[in-house]
Each structure stands twice: as structure tokens, then as C-alpha cells.
């Protein structure tokens, strides 16, 4: 094989993992957006980078509604099938991988929370483990290198409901009903709980099921009736809308609290303009947001593993240089986990992806089962 045939198949190659096609790029893009808010957020570079949860939160809740609302009839095995390949492998990777290269070091005490934390996040529980141990913008949380999965609980969560919602109700009119009902209200219970000073809220998936609506309803709403400019220019201002909020928003503005309306508003407007000129302003993020779930998984255990290594805070260089080392660990992740699973979800035969399914769930629950055993023998009594 030539040298030029080579380069271009690895060009092909790159190009198949990194811009898949049937995709909408921008939408890529808006989620690469959204994991950058993050890990900046959590480097302590950017004040209100956590608005990137919601972001993710109300793009969920798009492609749930696609999967779920819109399908006649409503498949419940290629659903269920596709949450497990889709998220389980790659979290199961990274906790056991974390588990494995910290645990056996550090305090008994610390490992009997982190062993805890991470026995609850593979059984898709964190945000009630969080809830009952540690304020997220609390110093302690840089103690959990499993805390940030308390997301992926809350993104688990809905599934079930929009599952039940969807096994439940045939027609489409009633799902409507009720995913209109549930936003209410869900929205009624976050402010309830923002006027409450109830900072638990922020786990919580009653407090956050708005936002998964929000992106659900976008399938039954009518188009927005625009004109070009007046679309591009309400997609621009969503996105500067949407960089704004991370740059100013401070924590007293996290969910619950009315204030997380407007970047969760502003990530429906761009999901629904796929047609807007200005969608160009997020398609360089695209390669981001396709690996945006791995990154997500690593970029937190990277910033608490190097806090526990150096026995201080991460910052500077420093932190510049652990979120370089979590970008390749998430990619890895990506190629070598995410990707080669989706793969085969799409590819194998019924059977096959009905024992590997098993086999997951399995693998997960037994897992669960020796981090909590370890957290048990490892609490101080």
C-alpha cells in the first residue's frame, strides 16, 4: 500500500470517528460547548461553567424524545439496549481503572467514601449518595473522584421515566399530557426547593426534570415561523447567550433557581434552528462534543487524583497539564471503550446484543457489590 493511500485511510478513519454522519454538527458542537463549561468550571478558570449540566441536560432530554416520543410503535428492547452499550461500558471502565489506581493508597476513611460513592454510581444512584454526603461547590467534593457521575444517575433516571412514559402511553397526545404535567411540575419543585435554600436540589431529578422536558418537547412543538436573519441571529445570540452565562453566572444561580431557565431556554433555541446560517459558530466544536461523554468521565478523577498525588490544590500549569492528561485519557476512552460498543450494538445479531446487555448489568452489579464491600471493611467504626 502506497504511503498516499495510507494517509488517506487513516484521514477516513479519523474523520468516521470524529465527524460521524446522520449527525447534526452543531448539536456536536453545542455539547463540546458544553464539556468545556465544565472542566473549565472545574479547574476553577470559569465561575459559572456549570451551566454546561444543564446544556447537556436539556440535549438529553432532544435525543430521548426522539427515541422514545417519536417512535410508533416504541421498540423497548433496542431502547433499553442502546442506554446500557451507550453509557454503562465506558463508566464501568473508568471507575474500575480509577478504583484500582488509588484505592489501595489512600486514607482508610477516604477510601471508605470513595469505594461507597463508586459502588452507587454503577448502580446509577450518585445523586442520592451526593446528596446525604457533599455540597458539589463545597471543598470536600474535590475528595470524590466519582462525584461528578451524580449527572450520568440523573440522565439514567429520566430514562426510566420517559421509558415507563413511553411503554405506558401508545399515543402521542398522552405522552404530551403527562411530559407537560411532569415539567410543571418538576419546574413547581425547583423553585420550591430555590426559595427553600434547599442546595440538595441540585442533585436531585425532581429538580432537574424540567430541563429534561424542556428538550423533549422540542419534538411536538411547532417550528419556529422565521425569517434567515431573524433565525440566524436568535441562534447567535443563544450561543453568546450560553458563553455569557458561564462567564458571569455565580453559584448562587445553579439549579434550583430560576436563573437556570435561561440556558436551558437558550439550548432549545439552538436545537430547534437546524436550518440557521450561524450554526457554523459551533460545528469546530464538533470532534469535542463526540467524545464529550468520555471526557466528561475523566477530566474530574484526573483533577482529584493529581489533588491526592501532590497534597494540595490543583491550579496554574499544573492544572492546564492534568486536564491535557484527561483529553487523552478520555479519547482512549472513546476509541478504545465507547465507540467499538456502539459498534457493536449496531452490528451484532439480536441474541448477541441481548447477552452482552446481561453481561454488562452483571458486571456492573458485581462491581457495585466489591466497592461497597470494600467501603464496608475499610469505615472506621
Known sequence: MSLTM???TWKDKLKAEFFPLNRRRDVDG???LAVLLVMIFHAGWLKGGFVGVDIFIVISGYFMGRSAFMQHPFRPERFVLRRLYRLVPALLVMILLVSASMLWWVLRSDRADIAQNGAYSLIYLSNIWASHHVGYFEGQSIAYPFLHT???SLEMQFYLIIFLIALLLSALRYRQA??????VASFAYSMVAYHAGDQAGYYSIFAR????????VIWVLPALPQSRLLSGLTYALSVVTLVLCGVFYNLAYA?????????CVATMLIIMQPQAATRRLLEPLSPVGVISYSLYLWHWPAIVMATYVLASQVQGMTMALVLGGAVIAGTLSYICVERPMLNYENSAIA???QRGAVLL???CLVSAAGLAWLSAVSRVH
Not at 439549579?255 to 440556558?263: F, G, I, K, N, T
Open 361 to 363: 448489568v452483571g458486571l
Open 209 to 216: 426534570l424540567w430541563e429534561f422536558c424542556l428538550g423533549t
Open 6 to 8: 495510507m494517509q488517506q
Open 178 to 183: 403527562v411530559l407537560y404535567v411532569v415539567m
Open 30 to 32: 453545542l455539547r463540546g
Open 351 to 353: 441474541s448477541a446484543r
Open 150 to 152: 451524580w449527572s450520568l
Open 255 to 263: 439549579c434550583p433557581s430560576y436563573m437556570a431557565l435561561l440556558p
